[in-house]
């Protein structure tokens, strides 16, 4: 069973651009979009069944193409390397994780709009280890072996979500000017990861 589970939004765009990566460029212009479209968000489902069953570093692109019953040159068609699969994935556990947080909120019951707050944020992410995996590994290994345009559709992907967390927070926090936000958003995400690695030592360690 997927935990969390959701379909997969399709293609991304940037720019009015659709992110079909550099090794598929040539499909766009001879299949129906929506096909491409469909493809991609399938070949993500399955890597998100993968990746939520098992930990991220142990999944390759072979396993991911046999999934979704395709050869590994026919994915790359779609997704320019494994880790433009993991930011997609990472992007859609994001907004995923934000809809968790404006769902929880109003239920809180801390006295404190602080600790109210910072309870649903920290129960909601630790709930969803696939998010905080991700996370913790975006800047140092899924930002590479990818495109601009992937980078730039991930990007604004989470940023978009950032926005909407924001205006979950303002519900309980009141809204805030642009200085404490970039604060507490420059901050959220080294908090994450930090306890999350804490959280869960190699197992050298353990």
Same mark, same amino acid.
Request: glycine fraction near 4%; hydrophobic fraction near 45%; proline fraction near 7%.
């Given at each position: ?19 079909? =990566? ?29 990746? /939520? ?18 050869? /590994? ?5 779609? =997704? ?73 559709? =991930? /990007? ?27 604060? =507490? ?22």
């Amino acid at each position: 069973t997927i935990r969390h589970h959701r379909p997969i939004r399709s293609t991304p765009v940037t720019a009015g651009r659709p992110v079909i =990566f550099q090794a598929g460029e040539s499909t766009r212009h001879h299949r129906d979009p929506r096909d491409i479209a469909n493809e991609w968000r399938r070949i993500a489902e399955a890597a998100l069944s993968l990746f /939520k069953e098992r930990d991220y570093d142990d999944v390759s692109l072979n396993e991911i193409a046999r999934q979704v019953g395709l050869a /590994k040159s026919n994915v790359l068609r779609y =997704f320019g390397s494994r880790e433009a699969i993991l930011l997609v994935l990472l992007a859609h556990e994001y907004d995923a994780w934000v809809d968790d947080v404006t769902a929880r909120m109003p239920l809180a019951t801390d006295p404190d709009p602080v600790d109210r707050a910072a309870g649903v944020l920290t129960a909601t992410a630790a709930a969803r280890p696939l998010l905080c995996e991700l996370l913790t590994a975006a800047p140092t290994v899924l930002e590479h072996n990818v495109t601009p345009y992937e980078v730039i559709s =991930f /990007k604004l992907a989470v940023q978009a979500s950032m926005q909407r967390l924001l205006a979950s927070l303002a519900t309980q926090l009141g809204t805030w000017d642009s200085r404490p936000q970039g604060i =507490f958003l420059g901050g959220l995400h080294p908090l994450i990861t930090g306890y999350w690695a804490l959280a869960h030592p190699s197992p050298a360690l353990t």
